[in-house]
């Protein structure tokens, strides 16, 4: 075994357990759709349901739910009266995904909506104080011009696969545009003075940014 295949197996023996539920909705990830490695897992799940417990959001955004894995980990952190908003642009993923929301001890404070973020979230009349950013790589600024403005003060966006496989140090190939928006959006970031903002190299990489 590779080193880092055992640290990644100490850290998951020594961080909470994802639970039966989710544990299962993985396994139904991995046999029965495509690309199940966009799924965050038991570590960034975990992480994620760490940062909701810290922010306390009242409102989370969700862009791309794919299987539901990570909106399961982000419901299990909120509050009571929160409420999570999750988008999937693909209409394909309703059948596999709305069972598993909706049979889960969250389903009443998940509101999971088929269709492109970009053109229905500015149709909401909802302040988030936090969004968590997975959908298409190249839209990353797209996502970020649209929810800045519905970004409470002090709320935070989390963006995933920022570190894009490390493809983000190596020499831009033409025609790749998930790695050039991704490396725009980090761009982008680093050099907005309206937002704090820390990288952490975990998984793909996740960037946590503030709004002041
Ligand atoms: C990496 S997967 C999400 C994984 C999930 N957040 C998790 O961590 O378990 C990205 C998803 O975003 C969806 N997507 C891409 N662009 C989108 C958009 N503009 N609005 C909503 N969903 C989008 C894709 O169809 C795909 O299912």
Known sequence: MYETDLIENYILNHIDDEGEYLRALYRDTNVKLLRPRMASGHLQGRLLKMLVRM????????IGTYSGYSALCMAEGMD???KLYTFEINDEQEDFTRPWLEKSPYANQIEFIIGDALELVPRLDVTFDMAFVDGDKRKYNDYYDMIMPRLSTGGYIIADNTLWDGHVVEELRKNDAQTKGIMDFNHRIATDNNVEKVIIPLRDGLTIIRKK
Do not use: A, T, V
């Open 80 to 82: 009571k009266d929160g």
């Open 55 to 62: 922010i306390r959001p009242k409102n989370i955004l969700e």
